[in-house]
Each structure stands twice: as structure tokens, then as C-alpha cells.
């Protein structure tokens, strides 16, 4: 990877991805951007509109509409297009029509000579992220997706807020499908160095000594139920936000930049992104959302958490889901 430049080439110019190149911009990600999109012209103008700001970026950042060829010099392509799915149609008639989206995006980038790093966003994340390794023929470590990175971002969030601490000092993730078979290993989840569920446990002691009920809003009335209601709301919020807005595309903008960073700077960061697992949870050749060490080379290691019986049933059935819909696609 150059040292010199990072340079960022984006596919799919729609909210997602204009949210994430705006994002880019303001956290001064990286320092070229080019934009590539079917629609040349849609391309060129959202150039031109962040252009227009650099004026007042903390960064000068070279951004333009440019074409697959200049993948080849990228050190990532990130991969934000897609079609939405028709009224009636199944998920696997969708799954087919990106495939063949992505036909038409992966060869023409790895024919460019582009010897980087993929970062896949289109939904279903997890597969397109597998199909874009199959057709691009990469090592997996090189190809990843957003997976449930921004499901876990929501996670903390949600946590944070009821325990009134900083989203920054909740450690848990969530893993697997980033859909409806995601899940929370709550055995894993800690504010600082403080189990949760030991939390729960000891207050869970105190109102069967006491007979009191357990509250809310504070560190020691955090309850079960309270966690499980959190990881509803975690799995729901895509749905809730579709429903008010139509779309998703800030929170995974802000996503894609953390990843992005986290390559271009070389940090072996813990992100919970989709990777292939190689026997990794008793898991082979399938992508799901996991933690991982995130650097320059893309996905150095996979982590294994100590998941108990319960979770690691719950992530194989989320695997399995996902095998399922990977199978035909191709």
C-alpha cells in the first residue's frame, strides 16, 4: 500500500454511498476519491457538490467522476451499488439480480489491475460480500464486508443510553447475519472491564433480598429483560427508520469510513465486519459478521470469542441462513 496517497475508489454513487463519501470528506478519510456510477453524469455532480466544499474541509482531498480504470492505483474499492427488490420478488431473485450487478462491477476492477482491498456495503451484505470474493477470485482477507459493523454501533448506542455511559466504553458486538438471525452474545458484553450480565446477576440478587422491583437508567437497575428488549431494537431499527425515511445511509456511511480508516491507517482495529470464516466457530467458507482485526492488509485475523453453548448454536443458525441463500446464486 502507498504511504504517499490513500486513495479510495467508490462504486454506486445512491444515498449510501454518497452518505459514506460524505463522510469521508469530513473526517478527512483519505486523500483522493473517485466516483463511479452508471449514471456518468449523477457522478460528476455529486464530485462536483463535495468539491464545492473543500473550502471548508480540514483536508484537501482530490475527488472526481472517474471510470473502472482508475481502480487500478486504488488501495480500496468500496462497493455501495445495487438493485432494490421489486414488489412480489424473493430474496433469491434479488440475490441473482445484484449477482449480476456485481458481474458487471468486479471485472471490470480487477481487469484494471486494481491489487487492493474490497469493502462491500449492498444488502445482503453477507452474500454480496462472498459473491465479490467468488468472482473476484481475491484472498478472503482482502475482501470484507460492513456486516454487522453498524448493527453493533447501534448496539452501544442503545446500551449507552440506558446505562447513561459513553457508547465509546460499551464493549459488545453483535454477530452473524447482519438481518434477522443476528444475535448478541451477551456473555461477551462488558462497560469497561465490568460484565454485563455479572451486573445483572447482582442486581438481580439485590431484589430478591430486598423485594424491590428493578429500575431503569442506571448501571445497577439493568435487568434480562431490559437486554433482550435492546437487542429487539438493535435487529428492528432498519425497519423503523425504512418506515419513517424509506432508507438507511448515515449510520452506514459513518460505518464504512470507521472500516476505511481502519485499513488506509494501518490500525489492526477489533471491528465487527463480514469476513470469511476457515474453521473459525466450527465454521468453513461462509462470511458472517464477526470481530475482527482490521489493518492494511484488510482482515488480519478473525477473533474467536468464548461464546457459550447457547450463542454458538445461535450463530451456526445464523451461518446456516446464510449458506442457504448463497446456494444457487451463482
Same mark, same amino acid.
Given at each position: 500500500?502507498?504511504?504517499?496517497?490513500?486513495?479510495?475508489?467508490?462504486?454506486?454513487?445512491?444515498?449510501?454511498?454518497?452518505?459514506?463519501?460524505?463522510?469521508?470528506?469530513?473526517?478527512?478519510?483519505?486523500?483522493?476519491?473517485?466516483?463511479?456510477?452508471?449514471?456518468?453524469?449523477?457522478?460528476?455532480?455529486?464530485?462536483?457538490?463535495?468539491?464545492?466544499?473543500?473550502?471548508?474541509?480540514?483536508?484537501?482531498?482530490?475527488?472526481?467522476?472517474?471510470?473502472?480504470?482508475?481502480?487500478?492505483?486504488?488501495?480500496?474499492?468500496?462497493?455501495?451499488?445495487?438493485?432494490?427488490?421489486?414488489?412480489?420478488?424473493?430474496?433469491?431473485?434479488?440475490?441473482?439480480?445484484?449477482?449480476?450487478?456485481?458481474?458487471?462491477?468486479?471485472?471490470?476492477?480487477?481487469?484494471?489491475?486494481?491489487?487492493?482491498?474490497?469493502?462491500?456495503?449492498?444488502?445482503?451484505?453477507?452474500?454480496?460480500?462472498?459473491?465479490?470474493?467468488?468472482?473476484?477470485?481475491?484472498?478472503?482477507?482482502?475482501?470484507?464486508?460492513?456486516?454487522?459493523?453498524?448493527?453493533?454501533?447501534?448496539?452501544?448506542?442503545?446500551?449507552?443510553?440506558?446505562?447513561?455511559?459513553?457508547?465509546?466504553?460499551?464493549?459488545?458486538?453483535?454477530?452473524?447475519?447482519?438481518?434477522?438471525?443476528?444475535?448478541?452474545?451477551?456473555?461477551?458484553?462488558?462497560?469497561?472491564?465490568?460484565?454485563?450480565?455479572?451486573?445483572?446477576?447482582?442486581?438481580?440478587?439485590?431484589?430478591?433480598?430486598?423485594?424491590?422491583?428493578?429500575?431503569?437508567?442506571?448501571?445497577?437497575?439493568?435487568?434480562?429483560? #431490559? /437486554? &433482550? =428488549?435492546?437487542? !429487539?431494537? +438493535?435487529?428492528?431499527?432498519?425497519?423503523?427508520?425504512?418506515?419513517?425515511?424509506?432508507?438507511?445511509?448515515?449510520?452506514?456511511?459513518?460505518?464504512?469510513?470507521?472500516?476505511?480508516?481502519?485499513?488506509?491507517?494501518?490500525?489492526?482495529?477489533?471491528?465487527?465486519?463480514?469476513?470469511?470464516?476457515?474453521?473459525?466457530?466450527?465454521?468453513?467458507?461462509?462470511?458472517?459478521?464477526?470481530?475482527?482485526?482490521?489493518?492494511?492488509?484488510?482482515?488480519?485475523?478473525?477473533?474467536?470469542?468464548?461464546?457459550?453453548?447457547?450463542?454458538?448454536?445461535?450463530?451456526?443458525?445464523?451461518?446456516? #441462513? /446464510? &449458506? =442457504?441463500?448463497? !446456494?444457487? +446464486?451463482?
Amino acid at each position: 500500500m502507498r504511504i504517499d496517497k490513500r486513495k479510495v475508489a467508490l462504486v454506486g454513487c445512491g444515498m449510501v454511498g454518497m452518505s459514506y463519501a460524505y463522510s469521508l470528506l469530513n473526517q478527512n478519510a483519505c486523500d483522493e476519491l473517485v466516483l463511479i456510477d452508471v449514471n456518468e453524469k449523477k457522478a460528476m455532480g455529486e464530485a462536483m457538490d463535495l468539491n464545492h466544499g473543500l473550502a471548508f474541509a480540514g483536508l484537501n482531498m482530490e475527488i472526481y467522476a472517474g471510470e473502472y480504470r482508475d481502480c487500478r492505483d486504488a488501495d480500496l474499492v468500496v462497493i455501495c451499488a445495487g438493485v432494490a427488490q421489486k414488489p412480489g420478488e424473493t430474496r433469491l431473485d434479488l440475490l441473482k439480480r445484484n449477482a449480476a450487478v456485481f458481474r458487471s462491477i468486479i471485472e471490470p476492477v480487477t481487469s484494471s489491475g486494481f491489487n487492493g482491498i474490497f469493502l462491500v456495503a449492498t444488502n445482503p451484505v453477507d452474500v454480496m460480500t462472498r459473491i465479490t470474493c467468488a468472482l473476484s477470485g481475491f484472498n478472503p482477507r482482502r475482501v470484507l464486508g460492513s456486516g454487522t459493523a453498524l448493527d453493533t454501533a447501534r448496539l452501544r448506542y442503545l446500551l449507552g443510553q440506558y446505562l447513561r455511559v459513553d457508547p465509546k466504553n460499551v464493549h459488545a458486538y453483535v454477530m452473524g447475519e447482519h438481518g434477522d438471525s443476528e444475535f448478541v452474545p451477551w456473555s461477551q458484553a462488558m462497560v469497561a472491564t465490568q460484565p454485563i450480565l455479572k451486573i445483572c446477576g447482582e442486581r438481580e440478587s439485590e431484589n430478591r433480598i430486598s423485594g424491590e422491583g428493578v429500575g431503569g437508567g442506571t448501571v445497577s437497575g439493568i435487568c434480562r429483560e #431490559t /437486554l &433482550q =428488549e435492546i437487542a !429487539e431494537q +438493535v435487529k428492528g431499527a432498519a425497519y423503523q427508520i425504512i418506515d419513517a425515511k424509506q432508507a438507511t445511509y448515515y449510520g452506514i456511511g459513518m460505518a464504512l469510513t470507521r472500516i476505511t480508516r481502519a485499513v488506509l491507517g494501518d490500525e489492526n482495529s477489533v471491528l465487527t465486519v463480514s469476513a470469511m470464516l476457515r474453521g473459525e466457530y466450527g465454521q468453513r467458507e461462509v462470511f458472517a459478521g464477526v470481530p475482527c482485526v482490521i489493518n492494511g492488509n484488510g482482515v488480519r485475523r478473525v477473533l474467536e470469542l468464548n461464546l457459550t453453548e447457547e450463542e454458538l448454536e445461535m450463530f451456526s443458525s445464523s451461518c446456516r #441462513t /446464510l &449458506q =442457504e441463500s448463497f !446456494e444457487g +446464486v451463482l
